[in-house]
Structures are given as structure tokens and as C-alpha cells.
């Protein structure tokens, strides 16, 4: 039975991803902050269906100590390392823990495998964000970095550390360089989920409006349920490499609540109001991915596209509400 490690494992991505190794019979394995032990009701309840299939164990990115043991114990065969403080917009107000967590974090796992685990393959969750103020349309692996936030930046460092731990120390060590990928697991501060229970709320007569900031930023939405299986294609293959994972479409922000309000019968315009406040210092204006290393070396395509995952993650946040 072939043993994996998952960091970020209470996240979307850990989810979906936890339940594909279940179903293929990995003995899948978590690393979770105790306090999430101590509440699973809140903090594990996208593995609520899988707990009884997997094993957590309690330890935190910024321990180097928790990850080693963690490692040492597990022995795995694969690692996929999910976790990091993941909203952009946050990573303006708090630049040195974002920096901190997910630059440090990523260290720490890695060296841990090297010492610990040197036969693992290892996936490093790197980002679209890293293409930031983009140097060309579509982007692709070779397209240079300009990242625009610090979480962008701390991608960027990790994907760096990521491809030196496989020159250097021989790794099996992939980074997938992932666009938006969302679903009705996705966190309520991402803009997606944002507009969708927003709506869904409106229709309920929850709420009677909904602020978003920029409404023109243009975005490459895929279904996390797609994505966690390139992830997994890439530690299947003979050599480690990198790989864009994306769809290949974008929208804008304002697409994207338009068909969202229009799946709840509602008209977007009578609720939606701009709040300067909801703006970044810096905008990703526009991410486009060109997944074609993907399709050609892992066999990998998206299968949900954008109508198909604006009305999934509505009806499901209907369906929450009892609206339908
Ligand atoms: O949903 P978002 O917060 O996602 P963002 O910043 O693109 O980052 C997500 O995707 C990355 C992959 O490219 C991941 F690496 C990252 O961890 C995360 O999963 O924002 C999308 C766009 C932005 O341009 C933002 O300015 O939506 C715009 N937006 C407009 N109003 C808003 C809002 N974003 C949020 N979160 N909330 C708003 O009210």
C-alpha cells in the first residue's frame, strides 16, 4: 500500500485530492495544526466523509521539528505539500508571516524529506500568482515570473526551492503551477465562493447586497476537483518536472457574478456594490493559462469548464440555504 503525505490537507485541494488517493488505495496521511484536532466540527469538515480512511497527525509549517518527526514516521512515498497562507489579499497585511509561513514552511518539508525520506516524490503547490504582472498571453511553463504580492513571491521562492531540491539533491520533486481552481469546498474569502453564497444568501433574503472590489481582473477558473488530479499525474511520471494546470478560458470577475446571480433568477446589477476598500495595492489583471505540457506529457485535460462550475458551486450553496 503506497503511503501519502498531504500538508494543507484540511484545505479544497486537500480534500479532493485525500478522497482520489483513498479511491486509488493510498494510506493517505495529513499534517494538521492540533487545534484542528481539538475541533473537527469546524475545522475538518471537508474530510468529515474520509476521517475514518486517514490518519492526522498534529504538527505546524512553522516547526521544523513537527514536520521532521512527521516525516520520519510516516516514511511516504509521496508527498504533496498543499498548505500555505493562501489568500492573496491577506498577504498585503501580514507580508512577513505569509513570507515566513510558506517560504520557511516549504524549506522545512523538503530538507525533512531529503534527510528522512530521499526516495519520496514531492509536489509543491506553486501558483498562476507567480506570473502576476503577466510577460506573455497565454502563460505557459517558460513564461518569467513578476509576482505582485508577497504571497506570489513566497510561490516563487517555494517553486525556486523546489527545483533546487531536485537539481541539487536528486528529489523527485515536480512543481505544478496551478491557476484558480474552485468548487462548492472552496473558502468563503476567495471571490468565487464570495459571489455565490453571496447570491444565494440574497435569494434566501439573507442579505440584501454584495461588495466585491475589482470587478475587471480577469481570472483562469478550473474545478479543484480536476486539478488535484494533475497534481497526482505528476508523481506518476518517470522524470520530475514542472507543469502549468489551467483551462485555457478567462473571465472577469463581473462574468463570473452575472452567470452566478442569473443561476439564482436574480439580476447581478441591483446587487452588487464596488468598495475601493475590497481593491489590492497590486492587481494580477489578467491570468490565462496554456496547460498543452500537461495534455502531451501527463495525459491530463480539464473536464469541467466555466458555466458547468459557476452553477455547481450555486446550486450547492442553494441547496446549504434550502432554496432549492
Ligand atoms: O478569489 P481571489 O481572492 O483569488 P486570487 O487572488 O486570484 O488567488 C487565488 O488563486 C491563486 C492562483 O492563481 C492561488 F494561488 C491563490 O492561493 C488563490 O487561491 O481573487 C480573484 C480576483 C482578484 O483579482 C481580486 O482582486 O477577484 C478580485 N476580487 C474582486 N472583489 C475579489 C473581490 N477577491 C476577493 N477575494 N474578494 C473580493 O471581494
Known sequence: MKRALITGITGQDGA????????????????VRRVALEDPDHRLWRLKPLLKKIKLHAG???????????????????????????????SFED???????NING?????????????????????????????REIPQKESTPFYPRSPYGISKVAGFELTRNYRESYKLFACNGILFNHESPMRGYEFVTRKI???????KAGLAKELKLGNLDAKRDWGFAGDFVEAMYLML????????VVSTGETHTVKQFAELAFSCAGLDWKKYIKQDKE??????VNLLIGDSSKAKR???????????????????????RLKIL
Open 16 to 31: 479532493y485530492l485525500s478522497r482520489l488517493l483513498v479511491d486509488k488505495g493510498y494510506q493517505v496521511h495529513g499534517i
Open 60 to 90: 505546524s509549517l512553522e516547526s521544523y521539528a513537527s514536520l521532521f518527526n512527521i516525516v520520519q514516521k510516516v516514511k511516504p512515498d509521496e508527498c504533496y505539500h498543499l498548505a500555505a497562507q493562501s489568500f492573496v489579499s491577506y
Open 95 to 101: 507580508e512577513f508571516s505569509t513570507i515566513n509561513t
Open 106 to 134: 516549504t524549506l522545512y518539508i523538503l530538507s525533512a524529506i531529503k534527510h528522512k525520506a530521499p526516495n519520496c516524490k514531492f509536489y509543491f503547490a506553486g501558483s498562476s500568482e507567480m506570473f502576476g504582472n503577466v
Open 196 to 202: 455565490t453564497l453571496g447570491a444565494a444568501r440574497i
Open 236 to 243: 506518476q511520471q518517470e522524470k520530475p518536472d514542472d507543469y
Open 278 to 283: 475590497l481593491f489590492r495595492p497590486a492587481e
Open 297 to 319: 506529457v501527463l495525459g491530463w485535460k480539464p473536464k469541467v469548464r466555466f458555466k458547468e462550475l459557476v452553477k455547481m458551486m450555486m446550486d450547492e450553496d442553494m441547496r
